[in-house]
């Protein structure tokens, strides 16, 4: 069903309060990443508050939608999406990466309910959704699972054992959304690893692939919608974003993949004035 | 003498009964699933080998057949036991827990998901295949890892017993297995549980306390049997249970011994032994002398002249309790 302008506009004023509530946890936890979250904003916002089937104040519901995160370091994006989806408070992410805190640097399934695992180490998420997806087939269930994942853990041999199995037990209840932002810590990923033809690999491996403008919600949602209807193979949706999305100073310079406003590159703006001007310019975009 | 408590094979000693301890997971898992629906049991390309085969051909169903992707069977299995399945993963030690050892420790043990560790082939009764399939590390690698029981069975019997009672922890577990046939030194009515070290042998007074695992056993047996006769009394446990380590059962005895002796087909460092020491060092510190292979890797040969060659047969722990003895 197509979404009217007004829906559209609602989702992206979440998206955009999400990438605020990125901006804050991370300049008071004076650490960890800021470019892959700002880029996947608008996908987590379209998952929280669109796609998933899922209930905020049950996160252990047995029918919810599942959704594996497979690039543990753009947990902030997540932690901001259920935050505001309703999961807990939002001033409850300014712990992030705090002694105590549920909201660990890297995202542990014990600490919160509803992060369905625990990932950081690269390459590992995509088998864990395949494992699961195959495991609920096994019983019936109709619930999806949606793995996030990076473009540079596509370097891990482990993704490619998980993509063979899920192809080779069509596992049409997968999903896999891929954040090809051409970034990664040491730089962009074609000088690092040549990740291209991304989509002919999969496409290779006997998936079905969508590729997508990742800032273009309508597109994303279609995105998902197409995946249910695939018969016969797991879906990666492809989507192309723009690394440190919001905030132009810093948008596709790896520098920021992981350094936090406050810690970033100094050559555009001074490190005292980053979380100010990088929330200004994300009001200036409502 | 025999403890009669632990319920023994009256052939122990004269032509005992042989099978590899893997046999026992090949039963032990059909039991499982028969007993629990929620059970599954993945392969890497080694369904015969791992005897994962017995599983597969009653539920073929729940079998899954991952391909020689040992990361992937961590993680698909942490995935399936994420969803609320029973998963056993089998490979050869060396490669699961081997090879994605840091996917365990991420999407099993922090997880904290009861996936069933399944290594296959460990330790010098792998044979002819040589250093490379002789896992003699593995019992250190899981025994650090918050969340997992590691468990290492004397014989088939054991084997079959332990992978019945690992489905039901609701833990991650590790569980080691060799290739080579051995003594079945345990019987249907010997008692099992996870945790509790059994006493095999048990004479007055004894001098030294022996504490063994996995098939290694049956020559800690045979060597007290042998001391018995030089007036050398000793007990042997069958420490089945690396971690949690029965802590109560084995200071008792080391203390009521005065001395102590390890006996393990793994490296000398992290194993059992190095468990014990650590126990004792802490709650009765006692003169330890450590049987296992001495900080080298294996090579191809038949088991019993590899056991021979690392130190291993039943005159090195003659040896060894003998050196304990002598530092009391």
Redesign the interface.
Do not use: H, L, S
């Given at each position: 069903m197509e979404l009217t302008d007004a829906e559209v506009r609602a989702l992206e004023s979440h998206a955009n309060d999400i990438r605020k509530t990125i901006i804050e946890m991370l300049a008071a936890a004076k650490s960890g990443h800021t470019s892959g979250p700002l880029g996947m904003a608008d996908i987590f916002a379209a998952l929280y508050f669109h796609v998933l089937k899922h209930d905020p104040k049950n996160p252990d519901w047995p029918e919810r939608d599942r959704l594996m995160l497979s690039n543990g370091h753009i947990t902030p994006v997540r932690y901001a999406a259920m935050a505001h989806a309703g999961y807990f408070p939002v001033e409850e992410c300014l712990t992030l990466r705090k002694f105590g805190s549920r909201l660990q640097g890297h995202p542990e399934r014990e600490r919160l309910p509803g992060l369905e695992t625990t990932s950081g180490p690269l390459g590992s998420g995509l088998s864990q959704a395949a494992g699961y997806a195959y495991a609920a087939r096994m019983d019936g269930k109709t619930f999806r699972v949606f793995c996030a994942m990076s473009d540079g853990e596509q370097e891990e041999g482990n993704t490619w054992e998980a993509a063979m199995f899920a192809a080779k037990y069509r596992l049409t209840n997968l999903t896999g959304i891929m954040d090809r932002n051409n970034i990664q810590i040491d730089g962009n990923t074609e000088d690092v690893m040549p990740l291209e033809p991304m989509g002919d690999k999969y496409r290779a491996f006997n998936w079905h692939v969508i590729e997508i403008d990742g800032h273009n919600i309508p597109q994303f949602i279609a995105a998902c919608d197409e995946s249910k209807s695939i018969r016969e193979k797991p879906t990666l949706i492809l989507a192309h974003t723009t690394p440190g999305k919001g905030i132009p100073q810093i948008e596709n310079d790896y520098r920021w993949h992981g350094a936090p406003p406050g810690k970033g590159p100094t050559d555009k703006i001074p490190a005292d004035k980053q979380r100010d001007v990088f929330l200004e310019e994300l009001k200036k975009a409502v | 003498m025999i403890n009669p408590d632990a319920k023994l094979a009256a052939n122990i000693f004269d032509k005992p009964d042989m099978a590899p301890t893997r046999d026992g997971f090949g039963k032990g898992s059909v039991e499982a699933g028969e007993s629990d629906d929620r059970v599954?049991v993945l392969t890497a390309d080694l369904a015969e080998s791992t005897r994962a085969d017995s599983f597969q051909k009653t539920f073929p169903?729940?079998f899954?057949q991952?391909?020689v992707?040992e990361?992937?069977l961590a993680?698909?299995?942490?995935?399936?036991a994420?969803?609320?399945?029973i998963?056993f993963i089998t490979s050869y030690a060396t490669f699961s827990p081997g090879r994605n050892w840091?996917?365990i420790r991420?999407?099993i043990a922090?997880?904290?998901v009861p996936v069933k560790v399944c290594g296959m082939h460990a330790g010098l009764l792998t044979g002819p295949d040589g250093a490379t399939h002789q896992a003699l590390e593995d019992i250190a690698l899981m025994r650090v890892l918050p969340h997992f029981l590691v468990i290492s069975p004397c014989d088939a019997e054991e084997g079959r017993k332990a992978t019945v009672a690992a489905a039901k922890t609701g833990t991650p577990v590790y569980l080691r297995f060799a290739r080579d046939k051995t003594p079945v030194m345990t019987t249907p009515e010997t008692p099992f549980t996870i945790g509790k070290a059994i006493v095999m042998w048990k004479s007055e007074k004894p001098k030294v306390a022996i504490f063994a695992t996995g098939p290694l056993l049956h020559n800690a047996l045979l060597t007290a049997r042998e001391l018995e006769g030089q007036g050398i009394n000793t007990t042997v446990t069958n420490v089945h249970t690396i971690k949690p380590l029965d802590e109560e059962t084995i200071v008792a005895l080391a203390r009521d011994a005065g001395a102590a002796v390890s006996v393990e087909e793994h490296q000398i460092n992290g194993g059992l032994g190095g468990a014990i020491a650590e126990l004792l060092a802490k709650k009765c510190p006692t003169p330890m002398e450590f049987v296992g292979v001495q900080d080298q890797f294996g090579q191809s040969g038949e088991p019993k002249e590899l056991l021979e060659h690392y130190g291993l047969g039943v005159s090195h722990i003659v040896d060894a309790v003998k050196k304990a003895l002598a530092r009391k």
């Open positions: - | 599954v169903e729940r899954i991952v391909g992707a990361q992937n993680t698909v299995g942490a995935g399936m994420n969803y609320g399945k998963p840091e996917q991420t999407t922090i997880n904290n």
